[in-house]
């Protein structure tokens, strides 16, 4: 009991599922248990865009230090607009439309690591400057559209078993426990820690590094485009401003959730309580009755805080 | 970040000779792009040749030029700020709301805003944490900010602002004369001033920097502070252009500060930063957005023309830097055949 209590505690996972859970602890309290377990169902569903593209950029982050995918709002925006174009708001056509919002993702990433290989660019600046691209692509592209998306994505979306428990999160489970394999049991998630602890031994010890980054880049823009299709059918339609809020979120879960941002060490699980813990903690803070300048400042100042908490990197 | 590469590339007499051609031309690459650039609009529109027509078309670059210049002085040290635009943002909302009502308290909080920007640097130096990072969750604390200071979109502006940005001196138009004033002062505080080149070894090797007995603390607050420095200097030219503000007029100069900084040759690594490249880089970085409407093309692609430019310009440098590379390989194979 004490032995498997210490081994919970060396998890870097576990904090944010302690602070998700103490969070929506305090805002049960401040409601008096009304809407428990409507609050969790919420936190799941929301949880699921962030936990898609967290998982991408928690694999490009821990290539090493450097390695931030910026591209993912723009990414985003392009991937949703396409995906409700060619669903046309047809059902028929879901799979088409999902199809085209991952293929679009995929190119994303490959024009992602063109640059960084053909400019030997750090990929910050490289995934920045193709996210100008993409984001006027999809501002030239998306303008006007105003297609709703097939009733039966949406439906999808919402469905829900008995106990309130969303299919789609318990899809975005069943994925979170593939990648956990993906990272840890493949040779392809190995190498990817190998870059990350060290580039060049990994080239000298024979690793295929420059095939590794373009899985990974390729991975995380494949899955922003897959996030963008969802969000675009969750929130009724495609709209041009609907990744922004990615760009912070996706690097606050993955390092909340004890991955470390200078590489070489990930965590798949943290990944999910830190989506929760940040839906949580606006939930918490609107049901307070905080205003929505102070919602964003007190954001910024816990994701600072816990990083300032949990810092303390040997190397930057 | 992390890697620690030899020596910072310091430019000396001590390495004139083949290896001067490839940094001359990086060197000139980004005054280069600008004219490109320039003549190009000048054949689309021989108007603009003019002091009415450069004042028009550079209008809104100060602003833009003292952002980028802020996200150079984070570039030094090797760290990247992403909270540029909040921080911008919330400068021009107190700017048109106490700096104008009551002036004390609004430089009052302006320059508690630079000793916040110190702060972050402090804190990113104490505890070691990833910039990138801290500055994200900044810029969540800045747009905050400015949304309690100014809820919805309006204020004014202090009218002393509104007639400096307005002034039209004579001979050059203000927005080259201030870009001309900003290299200048940038280029003798960093580049030629001593602590200036501790700062960039800092960014090249900031062991040896610490080793040498210089406070990595120190280093990185002056660095931060000038950066939050420039970026009230960008909130206020820009409310002194529009008049009003809202708490979210400068979103995207995170990114553009960022692109114009790279365009000017600034470096994520080895403390390599130029902040008359950066100058340029802003100007550039302006003028690609009305370039676009010289075309007759639709603004939508105003984006994608600076992400064209930032590309276009990364890729002439990787082509000089590949050629200089092959040709001091040719000069170490002919010294020792």
Same mark, same amino acid.
């Given at each position: 009991m004490i032995a498997s209590l210490d081994w919970l505690r060396r998890q870097p996972w576990i904090w944010s599922f302690v602070g998700a859970i103490a969070v929506w602890a305090v805002t049960v309290a401040l409601v008096e248990g009304r809407g428990a377990g409507a609050t969790v169902t919420a936190a799941l569903t929301f949880s699921v865009f962030y936990v898609i593209v967290g998982i991408g950029q928690m694999f490009v982050v821990t290539t090493g230090p450097g390695n931030v995918d910026l591209s993912i709002p723009a990414n985003i925006a392009l991937s949703g607009a396409v995906a409700?174009?060619?669903?046309?708001?047809?059902?028929?056509?879901?799979?088409?439309?999902?199809?085209?919002?991952?293929?679009?993702?995929?190119?994303?990433?490959?024009?992602?690591?063109?640059?960084?290989?053909?400019?030997? %660019?750090?990929?910050?600046?490289?995934?920045?400057?193709?996210?100008?691209?993409?984001?006027?692509?999809?501002?030239?592209?998306?303008?006007?559209?105003?297609?709703?998306?097939?009733? *039966?994505?949406s439906d999808f979306m919402e469905w829900r078993l008995p106990g309130g428990i969303p299919v789609i999160a318990l899809l975005t489970i069943a994925f979170a426990a593939a990648m956990v394999v993906v990272l840890e049991?493949?040779?392809?998630?190995?190498?990817?820690?190998? %870059?990350?602890?060290?580039?060049?031994?990994?080239?000298? *010890?024979?690793?295929?590094? *420059?095939?590794?980054?373009?899985?990974?880049?390729?991975?995380c823009a494949t899955l922003a485009g897959l996030s963008g299709a969802l969000l675009a059918a969750f929130s009724g339609g495609a709209s041009l401003d609907m990744g922004q809020p990615f760009l912070l979120a996706s690097i606050a879960v993955v390092v909340i959730g004890g991955t470390s941002i200078a590489g070489?060490?990930?965590?798949?699980?943290?990944?999910?309580?830190?989506?929760?813990?940040?839906?949580?903690?606006?939930?918490?803070?609107?049901?307070?009755?905080?205003?929505?300048?102070?919602?964003?400042?007190?954001?910024?100042? %816990?994701?600072?805080?816990?990083?300032?908490?949990?810092?303390?990197?040997?190397?930057? | 970040m992390s890697d620690s590469r030899p020596v910072p590339a310091l430019p000396g007499r001590a390495s004139l000779g083949a290896a001067a051609v490839p940094r001359l031309l990086r060197a000139i690459l980004p005054g280069l792009a600008l004219a490109v650039i320039l003549v190009a609009i000048f054949i689309l529109q021989p108007r603009a040749m003019s002091?009415?027509?450069?004042?028009?078309?550079?209008?809104?670059?100060?602003?833009?030029?003292?952002?980028?210049?802020?996200?150079?002085f984070i570039l030094t040290v090797g760290d990247l700020d992403l909270s540029v635009g909040g921080m911008v943002s919330f400068v021009a909302t107190v700017s048109v709301t106490y700096l104008a009502e009551q002036p004390v308290l609004g430089v009052a909080i302006l320059i508690g805003a630079i000793a916040l920007y110190a702060c972050v640097g402090a804190l990113i130096e104490l505890r070691r944490l990833p910039a990138i990072v801290v500055t994200l969750g900044m810029s969540f604390v800045w747009f905050g900010l400015a949304v309690l200071v100014l809820p919805s979109p309006g204020g004014r502006a202090p009218e002393w602002l509104i007639a400096l940005m307005a002034w039209k001196p004579p001979v050059i138009p203000l927005p080259i004369l201030?870009?001309?004033?900003?290299?200048?002062?940038?280029?003798?505080?960093?580049?030629?001033?001593?602590?200036?080149?501790?700062?960039?070894?800092?960014?090249?090797?900031?062991?040896?920097?610490?080793?040498?007995?210089?406070?990595?603390?120190?280093?990185?607050?002056?660095?931060?502070?000038?950066?939050?420095?420039?970026?009230?200097?960008?909130?206020?030219?820009?409310?002194?252009?529009?008049?009003?503000?809202?708490?979210?007029?400068?979103?995207?100069?995170?990114?553009?500060?960022?692109?114009?900084?790279?365009?000017?040759?600034?470096?994520?690594?080895?403390?390599?930063?130029?902040?008359?490249?950066?100058?340029?880089?802003?100007?550039?970085?302006?003028?690609?957005?009305?370039?676009?409407?010289?075309?007759?093309?639709?603004?939508?692609?105003?984006?994608?023309?600076?992400?064209?430019?930032?590309?276009?310009?990364?890729?002439?440098?990787?082509?000089?830097?590949?050629?200089?590379?092959?040709?001091?390989?040719?000069?170490?194979?002919?010294?020792?055949?």
């Open positions: 409700m174009k060619v669903m046309n708001g047809q059902d028929s056509l879901i799979v088409v439309g999902l199809v085209a919002a991952l293929g679009t993702g995929f190119c994303v990433g490959l024009f992602n690591v063109a640059l960084i290989r053909v400019l030997m %660019i750090p990929p910050i600046i490289a995934t920045l400057s193709a996210s100008f691209i993409v984001q006027s692509t999809a501002i030239a592209y998306g303008r006007g559209l105003r297609v709703k998306p097939p009733a *039966a994505l049991r493949t040779a392809y998630g190995r190498s990817v820690l190998a %870059i990350g602890q060290s580039d060049r031994v990994a080239r000298l *010890a024979g690793v295929p590094v *420059a095939r590794t980054r373009f899985v990974t880049y390729t991975l070489g060490k990930a965590n798949v699980p943290g990944v999910w309580g830190a989506a929760l813990f940040l839906f949580l903690l606006v939930t918490m803070l609107n049901t307070m009755g905080v205003s929505s300048g102070m919602r964003q400042m007190l954001t910024g100042v %816990i994701i600072i805080a816990i990083i300032a908490l949990a810092g303390g990197e040997k190397t930057r | 002091y009415f027509g450069l004042n028009l078309l550079l209008n809104l670059s100060i602003p833009i030029v003292f952002a980028t210049l802020a996200q150079m201030a870009a001309l004033l900003i290299a200048a002062i940038g280029h003798i505080a960093l580049m030629t001033s001593s602590y200036g080149a501790i700062l960039r070894g800092a960014g090249g090797n900031a062991r040896s920097i610490a080793r040498a007995g210089w406070s990595m603390l120190r280093v990185r607050m002056t660095l931060y502070a000038l950066a939050g420095f420039m970026g009230v200097l960008s909130g206020l030219s820009l409310t002194g252009i529009t008049t009003s503000a809202d708490s979210n007029i400068a979103l995207r100069y995170t990114l553009i500060s960022i692109a114009g900084a790279i365009l000017g040759g600034s470096e994520f690594v080895g403390g390599r930063v130029s902040p008359i490249g950066a100058v340029l880089g802003a100007l550039t970085m302006t003028l690609a957005a009305s370039f676009l409407s010289f075309l007759r093309l639709s603004p939508d692609w105003q984006i994608g023309v600076q992400g064209a430019i930032l590309i276009l310009v990364l890729a002439l440098r990787a082509l000089i830097n590949a050629w200089s590379a092959r040709a001091s390989r040719r000069r170490a194979g002919t010294a020792a055949p």
